[in-house]
């Protein structure tokens, strides 16, 4: 099982990024899909969540920012990031729940200028 993250950079505040995170040797229709961050000294936290409906939720930080969506014909999950703020800076993973087990991709770095 492999997820590959993408799409991580460096944008001055107020400005936007898409993150996508393609999977391999999982069912993705069957995946509920994660986006989590971790910043530099603080603990992991999730941040987007997309079940096998397409139905999402968001901590409470990035809701109206942030949009997480699936497309499982390209086995991919995306994230919407508009408005970035600096506190938005840290390493993004993705992470399939599938087969009662958690795979997890390679983080992307997201840093947000002031």
């Known amino acids: 099982v492999q997820l590959q993250a993408s799409g991580g950079g460096l944008v001055q505040a107020g400005g936007s990024l898409r993150l996508s995170c393609t999977a391999s040797?999982?069912?993705?229709?069957?995946?509920?899909m994660h986006w989590c961050r971790q910043a530099p000294g603080k603990q992991r936290e999730l941040v987007a969540f997309?079940?096998?409906?397409?139905?999402?939720d968001y901590t409470d930080s990035v809701k109206g920012r942030f949009t997480i969506s699936r497309d499982n014909a390209k086995n991919t999950v995306y994230l919407q990031m508009n408005s970035l703020k600096p506190e938005d800076t840290a390493v993004y993973y993705c992470?399939?729940?599938?087969?009662?087990?958690?795979?997890w991709g390679q983080g992307t770095q997201v840093t947000v200028s002031s």
């Open positions: 992470y399939a729940w599938v087969y009662r087990t958690n795979y």
């Open positions: 040797g999982i069912v993705f229709s069957f995946a509920a």
């Open positions: 997309i079940n096998t409906s397409s139905n999402t």
